[in-house]
């Protein structure tokens, strides 16, 4: 029954990706038709050929980079909402995004190289957050609704603060991009740091992945949780760092997109229902595709150059935020 | 089947358990009662694991739950607890098939067995044909059927239930108690709840045990425990108690303040 669900989950949601990846390929300043791109991976083209050169060496690795920070985004929105058992939780709004943002940041000014000295003290960071944030807001509320939000958005205050502070504090040449990584940054890519990104996240995807049918559990509260067999403290510390070392990674990489782990999750769920066996891989292949939408958007919608993709998910997810935010006060 | 030695618990400094020893016999229906703030649920989450036990010791089949692993306990005891999170909404059918995950591999994915054993339960507890609908849409007798049919499904040899018949109406807490009834008669299950009702737990258990200040008043079969002396002490107000006409157990009726210090009724009333 549920290997039949997760079948058809997949056979819908691949093809997206599949599409999503196409239009990514075919549109950006120049266009070029489905046939066009197919003739570049079947025909063996030319490698002297412009069109071989800007689809396989500059859209390629961007699509595939999309595809991974979004699927990685969007898991990582799913894991946070079952572990904290709120609907609104997301890496981004939450602050953890944030947290290695200064990280990051700061590996940058040690002139540390993007892998692994980068993505280490973006880990750092992350961590740093994920704790300051459940210190802020367990105690009696336990980890409610508002208190969990009020933290969130204290401390992405905070680290915005430290971020400009240090931007303000060098002139350095390294920090002219900062501004808009810090919006999302998805360009000039190599298939190297594809390959790299896809290396770091697929131990914590796999790991999630096993862990998707004790996520279900956890959901019926810790208590019930552990009497169903659950070792909870473990699972639970093994999510929050699988998931905050994912979340840190798409940022060490590609600076902060928020909002993909609150839209993805949420619409799929709406489909899907709550089980997390099936959420998990959606979440994965949708927010792929989605992140490749968008950033096709990123691409093609100004009319020099291009808008961090940052801008494009925000646009779109802030307001959803918010519809959730009050249909949750109901 | 269940000992429980010198358990004690503390919350913030104040004490909740003081030592407490007992132990329940295997099959049987065993009752806990008491007033508020006594600690029955207190002492009620220790036996299913869920609080770790400081002081003391509960043994389960002869072996400390601390010793056991939190899956092989699983197998052996199931928890229903008084209320459950609706923000994911997941239909009958899933809540009750993940009673069946201490029985399943590392991936969770049911086997025909498990469904198998998932269909029975809810055909058991009468949630059968509400099986695809969401959990946050039903009634709360209906829901509690749910969790009665999942800790089914987890195949126990001890079910533990925390007040199962809270703020339900009449019928669906008699509902309840029979289905308890015939499920520990049909599959020799021990069965320990928690109750505020005496006089549920008076005509189904084998055997209660009163507590009050995380002290045990009494513990015994219904007849024993339930005194007006017990109870009066443990409750602090005035009580009728006399033998209930449906059987040989007793019978706790609370008397309005306006019947106390009248003398034409009988002895018990003149405790005050």
Redesign the interface.
Known sequence: ???KRLLAVISVLVPFLLISAMIGLCFGPSRYGFGEVLSVFTGGGNSEDIVYSIIRRIRLPRVMMAALIGGALSLGGLVF??LL???LAEPYILGISGGSAVGAIIGILMNLSRFPGVCFTAFTGSMAALAAILAISSGRSMLTKDSLLLSGVMLNAFCSAVIMFLISMTQDSRLHNIMFWLMGDLSAPGLREVAILAGLLAGPVVLLF?M???M??L???K??A??????VKLITLALFVATSYMISATVAFCGLIGFVGLVMPHLL?LVI???H?LLAPACLLAGGGYMILCDTLSRTLPKHGEMPVGVVTAIIGAPLFIILLKSARK | MIDIKHLTHHYDQTAVLKDISFNVQAGDFFIIIGPNGSGKTTLMKHIAGIFPIRKGDIEILGRSVAEYRRRSLSKILAFVPQGAPSEFPFTVRETVLMGRSPHMGLLGVEQPRDIEIAENAMDFTGVAHIADRKLDELSGGERQRVFIARAISQEPKIMLLDEPTASLDLAHQIRIMDLMEKFKQDNQVTVVMVSHDINLAAMYGDRLLLLKSGRIVKIGPPKHVITYETMETAYGCTLLVDQSPLGDFPRVTTVPRRYIRQPVRKTEESQT
């Open positions: 029954m549920m290997l909402q079952a058992r709120n609907p096993l998707s049918h004790k279900n559990l959901l019926m509260g208590e019930m552990g009497t169903l067999g659950v070792n769920r229902g709550p089980d066996r």
